[in-house]
């Protein structure tokens, strides 16, 4: 279990130190300064730039980072970050109009899963409600990071980590109640009520453990005086790990102590148990496109955006995979 450790530790540390030497130079608080003075009360802003709330301040800030970034590239020097964040053009007051049109895209795409679970997945199938209530959490998620890229404040910035950790957390949740068998048993009088009874306990111990974890998350992060980036990202990550390792268990030819469906034997392994493994890989590389930072091109196109942009045909891919594990044949009791 130690390459967990070392992968988190290594995605750790290069997701989450950013520099920020731009903001920082003399040439950018002196272009700052003057753009500033001209600031008034009565300085009105195009609508569009109200509307995202946009101060004179702000245009200022922009105005110089582009300033200083047109200069960098005319004399072929480094372009720099400003306020931990590359250059982008914006467009109609969106900051990262890129990130914003991909996480628009996945929120879609979470909303036609949402659609296909509630057209194929009968209203009978323990697991129906659980990825819905998942699909759902995603739309928000993806909802909250189309504006924080639209606008990068700090109740935004907040809005987008809890709602992506609730939707990790969310999908962690409902792993461990699909491996284990934890849903509400069979009220047909087929599952024996001792079995029953633990069943039930174990689902509401997962439950509260789940819930108190996020509340406690939350908190933490809620009334710190400073956002604490590097644990909101180890956090995630330790939960994103567990939740992709369950899976690879399941998409293996002998997978230890995990018995895949209630109704079918141990050994059973559907011959679609490979697309687990391969959403695994999928989703390991997407997020590796974090470790490649670079300037966006064309002030347009960076890491992060391409990452959003690899993930709706991976939302895809997995409501597919989804839906085909819940309609097998594993998960129907024989007839008495």
Not at 11 to 22: C, K, P
Not at 72 to 95: D, E, S, T
Not at 221 to 237: Q, T
Not at 271 to 291: D, I, N, R
Request: net charge positive; aromatic share 16%; with cysteine.
């Amino acid at each position: 279990m130690r390459w967990w450790w070392t992968c988190s530790v290594l995605a750790l540390l290069a997701t989450v130190v950013v520099a920020s030497s731009g903001d920082r130079s003399s040439d950018f608080q002196n272009c700052l300064s003057k753009c500033v003075d001209h600031c008034h009360p009565w300085t009105v802003l195009p609508l569009d730039l109200r509307l995202t709330r946009w101060t004179c301040t702000d245009d200022c800030k922009y105005t110089c980072m582009h300033m200083l970034t047109d200069n960098a590239v005319r004399y072929g020097k480094q372009i720099q970050q400003y306020y931990g964040k590359w250059p982008f053009w914006r467009f109609l007051g969106m900051q990262e109009p890129a990130s914003v049109a991909f996480s628009l895209w996945n929120m879609w795409c979470h909303l036609q899963g949402a659609r296909q679970i509630t057209r194929r997945i009968p209203d009978t199938h323990p697991m129906r409600s659980y990825y819905l209530t998942w699909a759902y959490v995603s739309i928000n998620a993806w909802i909250w990071s189309s504006v924080f890229h639209t606008r990068d404040l700090p109740r935004t910035e907040k809005l987008d980590y809890f709602s992506a950790a609730l939707a990790i957390m969310y999908a962690l949740y409902f792993t461990v109640i699909r491996m284990l068998h934890m849903y509400p048993p069979a009220t047909d009088g087929s599952t024996q009520k001792a079995a029953a009874s633990s069943r039930s306990t174990m689902h509401i111990t997962w439950s509260v453990l789940c819930i108190t974890a996020y509340i406690a998350h939350v908190t933490y992060l809620g009334i710190l005086p400073r956002f604490d980036y590097a644990y909101n990202m180890a956090f995630n990550l330790v939960l994103g790990l567990v939740h992709n390792f369950l899976w690879l268990l399941y998409s293996l030819p002998r997978p230890v102590s995990l018995r895949r469906f209630p109704y079918a034997p141990k050994t059973y392994r559907p011959s679609y148990a490979y697309k687990a493994g391969l959403f695994v890989a999928l989703t390991t590389a997407a997020t590796a496109l974090e470790l490649f930072d670079f300037p966006p091109v064309g002030r347009i196109l960076d890491a992060h955006a391409l990452w959003h942009l690899s993930t709706p045909l991976i939302a895809k891919f997995w409501y597919d995979f989804l839906v085909e594990d819940a309609l097998d044949e594993g998960w129907r009791a024989p007839h008495q």
